[in-house]
């Protein structure tokens, strides 16, 4: 039986092809910190598509482009990253995706991959990410593709929260440029191919 939230969903658009959800902490004081890599390569996206990020109601900054003639959205949730799952459910019901959770893509930040190293993965472990766990309580699955972005870890466990809220150093910050870069890459792959080849081309 599906989940209650889907038998009450009404479709209020046509499904998309791809919905793109970068994960990260709205407002100016956490832009550029390690916990919004996601975020960018979200920005990165409607930049290279000149498509500005709009407010929505679904609690998102949110912009639709067309990539080769098919359907994908772009959204940075803006519930801050505990409550990223209030955002991603109502994006969800938005563009008719309750069905095809496998087009539904996070991009987040990963303290157990190196700087600048990604990984696209599909469901399985959250590895302790809150924003991923609060998306999984309210899809009540975990069964979507992840395109994780290596932070590093902090010096020390205590360390984690301040870590991830901090800008980088120079050489980290260039690392996670380039990986900003090879994420957004990794997620429209996904429009034109199936996750194993993407994983085995970007991994």
């Known amino acids: 039986m599906p989940p209650r939230w889907r038998s009450r969903t009404k479709h209020r658009d046509t499904p998309a092809d791809l919905v793109v959800v970068g994960l990260g902490n709205p407002g100016t004081e956490f832009v550029g910190s390690r916990h919004n890599v996601g975020a960018e390569v979200v920005e990165l996206l409607a930049d290279r598509y000149r498509e500005p990020l709009r407010k929505s109601r679904e609690a998102s900054l ?4 067309k990539v080769n003639g098919r359907r994908v959205v772009l959204a940075f949730p803006q519930t801050y990253m505990n409550k990223s799952g209030e955002a991603v459910r109502s994006l969800v019901r938005r563009w008719s995706m309750a069905e095809r959770l ?3 893509v996070v991009v987040h930040d990963e303290l157990d991959l190196p700087p600048g190293r990604i990984k696209v993965k599909h469901g399985g472990g959250l590895a302790g990410h809150n924003g991923l766990s609060s998306i999984r309580s309210h899809l009540h699955t975990a069964d979507f593709t992840r395109v994780r972005i290596g932070v590093g870890k902090p ?3 205590q360390a984690g ?3 991830v809220l901090k800008r980088p150093g120079r050489v980290d910050r260039q690392a996670l440029d380039d990986a900003v870069e090879r994420a ?3 997620a429209l792959a996904l429009l034109d191919h199936p996750v194993d080849a993407v994983m085995n081309r970007f991994n």
């Open 184 to 186: 957004a890459d990794a």
């Open 102 to 104: 496998d087009r539904l």
């Open 161 to 163: 929260v301040n870590y």
């Open 155 to 157: 010096p020390h466990a």
């Open 62 to 65: 949110v912009a639709e482009v």
